[in-house]
């Protein structure tokens, strides 16, 4: 049970890790692009679309290390007053509903990568089929419900209103 | 009398021509026609990005949508040969080409499955608005950074000599009074509507049509199977072709009403000369080649599909010369 | 139900979960999805959420937000913010309420830096609300001044929250952070007024400090021009049109990432930290917009902009009147609603009724965002106090709440100027088109 907490939360980092690549990538083709269009007159072939496949995928890398380090924007005025118990107990819904529904939208975000294959439809100048993409997202999905569910098994291990970092908090 | 109210998905705010000119004229004569049994509501805002209408329009999410075919790349290739440049050379004969070519493939190629296809049509002509600088030829266009707002045209300005910036239409403005972009592509009527006309100082005319969106008009397939033989009867009554003639009107008022704010602020019109355009077809005839593969590759007949548009185009042109003895 | 109804129960609804500590994301993920399912239809509800996580997130527009995050991740690694203050501190820190004065000034300048709200508040958190503890300022006034002085963040270009109006719109991005230049000088300047008075009312919430000689002065003025010459360039290169508003973030990361790295602030795993950290406030972030989306999708299904239209343009209303109208349901919506999702949801409602009645789209641009601002500060809800409190642990959001007042009468009092004299938000871009 345990090894299997540390190989998710693992995967979890090596996901954001990827997610930072991917944002240090971004933020290299806008600069390049600048740089080719001012200096050389010629625009950076597709890097536009770079940047949009790009920004579907900084999100879903990097969800599940956000949901674990419980990092999700939320108030917690009302609750910080809550009895540590009944903080428990309402921390335990949310991540429940939360890994419930992260799951159903993976389900759903397969399905539409499926008919998106199906009709061929592909990104504008690279002609990266658009289902791959939303499967990809699809499968980044089950672990940000996983990471959820993680939490959930943690509900009364840990009190929620400690936080270990503030991403959430920015 | 029962009335029935059917949700119209749009993108657009409500005063632009697509929705004032071709959509509220077209609900309100089938509103006429069916005595109002069958009415119509116009979404005031979007449930998703333009690339998202068809999809949203497969889940009923509204029971009538409408968005641009070259969004969805790869989807639609059989409707989106008047998207090849010099295709449509004016509203009216790219709207009725686009649908009779839809009327005579569109079921066979499936491509729109799930939707009920009851209009297709075009834009008018784009030209290409400078800033500062003039083109007068096509060797006017190198070294220009031109605006385009996909790849299509971004490919064909590149062919053409100039370098194509990528840019959403919510930068286009900054983008040109900056100078991030010389020019930018678009009709008269876009150039107004998106606030570029106090940037514009010259404007360069391609006849023949350098490139064209084609948009669908469509019905969710059960929205549709559920109306009445009589409804049905009245929406097809003013779809189709009605829907290309409300286009070719829509659009032409649109760019006389960009015009003349362009012409009040005393920008210069020039047309580029007959050699260069033959030039521009010449230039641009790989992206013709490409899209003939891509039919090929889907098990189209390419040719007879481009062939069968070019003819309607040349029945339904809009500039022929009448009362003339040949 | 009517649609009345309906939205009291959605509204209410996401406001309880809220409060019982669910994320803010997934309250509004659950109601929108599940209202879409029960008055729509399932299909409908099925479809949408398996397309929309995919167009909301794969947007080039969007690729602002990690780039402006990124670029205020790596100027505090460089600790330009600590300088940014010492500076502020140098000029203002001997006069009455002078640290929360150099407080804002310094908000002010990290916000040229910053298109966020929070994360200016976190940022100078950090650096000010020590130094103000150390000479006596009360908590709560300390607190609140950075809370009110990190709002700037998204009024003075760039701006996420602008960025968010211009794609929602269609107004034009650089127009809108040009726009907001002038309203962020007159908001400082209100913020100054508001210490100013408070420390005269009550001079033990804000001693004053030692004043620094001008040699000091001089020392602090020199270290603060990377973060001179980052803004120059930054505006700079948007003026002259070298980028676009979206490129400004990639560049202006990339030349943040340059100064770091030369002032040797960035080992190899600060870079990392830095982008993890940003990556993780991005997708915090988006969750928050797929939520507002899916939420925003079942008001618009239900029919409620055209209801809410209807009711405000059948009071007959002047415009004066009609904009004071939508400031009164922006305050109240403000106290209980997340900002990013507040703006999400009412921008496509009220656009449509404001500029029908002629104000221009540039204008009411800057209007949503100083009203978000707002909302950022007043009690019950406002994120800027949290994001504090969970930087500063041992402070007291009861403090907070009393010591917010000043800074909430002054935006009352910005937002009333701007409509009675619209050419402070006007005039700038008028002249740059
Ligand atoms: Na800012
Ligand atoms: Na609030």
């Not at chain 1, 799951?103 to 975000?109: D, E, N």
């Not at chain 1, 199906?118 to 980044?140: D, F």
């Not at chain 3, 540039?362 to 209007?367: L, M």
């Not at chain 3, 909302?375 to 994120?383: A, D, K, Y």
């Amino acid at each position: 049970m345990t090894s299997a907490i540390s190989i998710l939360d693992r995967i979890s980092l090596l996901l954001a890790w990827l997610s930072g690549l991917i944002a240090f990538f971004v933020m290299a083709v806008t600069f390049t692009g600048v740089v080719m269009r001012y200096g050389l007159r010629k625009p950076l072939m597709g890097g536009f679309e770079m940047i949009e496949i790009g920004m579907g995928l900084i999100v879903f890398t990097a969800l599940p290390l956000m949901i674990r380090h419980r990092g999700n924007i939320s108030v917690t005025i009302l609750t910080d007053r809550f009895p540590v118990k009944l903080r428990q107990i309402t921390g335990l819904v949310s991540d429940l509903v939360g890994g419930t529904l992260m799951g159903f939208i993976a389900w759903r975000v397969w399905l539409q990568g499926e008919r998106l294959l199906t009709y061929n439809e592909v990104t504008m100048e690279l002609r990266v089929p658009k289902g791959l993409i939303a499967q990809s997202m699809a499968v980044l999905l089950v672990f940000a419900a996983l990471a959820f569910f993680l939490c959930a098994l943690e509900a009364f291990r840990r009190d929620p209103a400690d936080k270990t970092t503030a991403a959430g908090d920015i | 009398q029962e009335v029935k109210t059917l949700r119209v998905g749009s993108w657009l705010p409500p005063h632009h021509l697509i929705v004032s000119g071709i959509l509220e004229p077209w609900a309100a004569a089938i509103e006429n026609e069916t005595g109002g049994s069958l009415k119509f509501e116009i979404m005031t805002s979007s449930l998703g990005p333009p690339p998202a209408q068809f999809d949203l329009l497969l889940d009923q999410a509204f029971d009538v949508g409408y968005g641009v075919s070259g969004h969805n790349a790869g989807r639609f290739t059989m409707t989106q040969v008047m998207d090849l440049p010099f295709m449509s050379p004016d509203p009216w004969a790219g709207s009725a080409a686009s649908w009779l070519t839809y009327q005579k493939f569109g079921a066979e190629y499936g491509e729109h499955d799930g939707a009920h296809v009851v209009g297709l049509f075009t834009h008018s002509n784009p030209n290409i608005n400078m800033a500062k600088g003039r083109i007068e030829t096509l060797a006017d266009l190198e070294g220009k950074t031109i605006r385009v707002g996909g790849n299509v045209t971004g490919r064909m300005m590149s062919e053409l000599g100039a370098s194509p910036v990528q840019l959403p239409p919510t930068e286009a403005q900054t983008a040109m009074s900056r100078g991030v972009a010389d020019g930018i592509t678009f009709p008269s009527e876009s150039i107004d509507f998106f606030g570029i006309t106090p940037v514009i100082s010259s404007i360069t005319r391609i006849p023949g049509g350098l490139y064209t969106d084609t948009f669908w008009v469509a019905f969710n397939q059960d929205s549709w199977d559920a109306l009445s033989d009589g409804e049905r009867a009245a929406v097809e009554k003013h779809s189709g072709m009605a829907i290309a003639m409300l286009s070719g009107f829509a659009w032409t008022n649109g760019d006389t009403y960009g015009e003349e704010k362009l012409n009040a602020q005393g920008v210069e019109f020039i047309t580029l000369p007959e050699a260069d355009v033959a030039a521009a077809r010449e230039k641009l005839k790989p992206l013709e080649t490409d899209w003939l593969a891509q039919a090929s590759e889907r098990g189209y007949d390419g040719d007879a599909i481009l062939q069968y548009a070019r003819d309607m185009v040349e029945n339904y042109r809009s500039d022929k010369s009448v009362n003339v003895v040949k | 139900m009517g649609v009345w109804e309906i939205s009291a129960i959605a509204f209410g609804g996401v406001f309880v979960m809220m409060m019982g500590g669910m994320p803010i994301a997934i309250a509004m993920l659950l109601v929108g999805l599940s209202g879409i399912w029960i008055n729509i239809s399932e299909r409908t509800a099925m479809g949408m959420i398996g397309q929309l996580p995919i167009n909301a997130t794969m947007s080039y527009e969007l690729s602002v937000l990690p780039m402006f995050i990124l670029m205020g991740v790596f100027v505090t690694r460089a600790r330009m913010s600590e300088d940014l203050y010492r500076l502020c501190h140098g000029f203002v820190g001997h006069m009455r309420g002078g640290l929360a004065a150099a407080t804002i000034l310094a908000c002010g300048g990290f916000s040229a830096l910053s298109g966020s709200s929070l994360a200016t508040a976190a940022t100078m958190a950090k650096v000010a609300v020590p130094e103000m503890r150390r000479y006596g300022y009360t908590d709560g006034f300390a607190a609140s001044a950075v809370a009110a002085g990190g709002t700037l963040g998204i009024l003075i270009p760039p701006s996420v929250i602008l960025v968010l109006y211009g794609i929602a719109t269609g107004t034009d991005i650089g127009s809108l952070f040009i726009a907001g230049i002038l309203p962020g000088g007159l908001a400082i300047l209100l913020y100054l007024v508001a210490i100013r008075i408070t420390a005269q009312i009550d001079p033990s919430c804000a001693p004053a400090a030692p004043r620094a000689d001008w040699h000091e002065r001089a020392r602090y003025l020199r270290s603060v021009g990377p973060i001179l010459l980052l803004f120059i360039g930054i505006i700079g290169g948007l003026y002259k049109g070298v980028f676009t508003p979206t490129e400004a973030g990639g560049v202006g990361a990339t030349g943040a990432l340059a100064f770091a790295l030369w002032r040797r602030a960035l080992s190899w795993e600060g870079l990392v930290g830095s982008l993890v950290e940003t990556v993780l406030t991005t997708a915090s972030l988006f969750l928050v917009l797929i939520g507002a989306l899916v939420f925003s999708n079942f008001m618009n299904l239900i029919g409620l902009p055209s209801a809410l239209s209807e009711l405000i343009l059948a009071q007959g209303l002047g415009s004066t009147a009609v904009i004071l109208m939508i400031l009164v349901i922006y305050l109240f919506l403000g106290m209980f609603m997340e900002s990013l999702s507040m703006i999400l949801l009412t921008v496509p409602i009220f656009f449509p009724i404001v500029t029908q009645l002629g104000f221009d789209p540039v204008w009411f641009g800057i209007f949503a965002v100083m009203v978000t601002e707002l909302s950022l500060i007043t009690p019950p809800v406002g994120l800027n106090l949290f994001v504090i409190k969970s930087v500063i642990k041992d402070l007291s959001v009861g403090d907070m709440y009393r010591g917010i007042l000043p800074f909430v009468l002054a935006d009352i009092v910005r937002i009333v100027i701007i409509i009675a004299f619209p050419w402070i938000v006007m005039v700038l871009p008028l002249m740059a088109r």
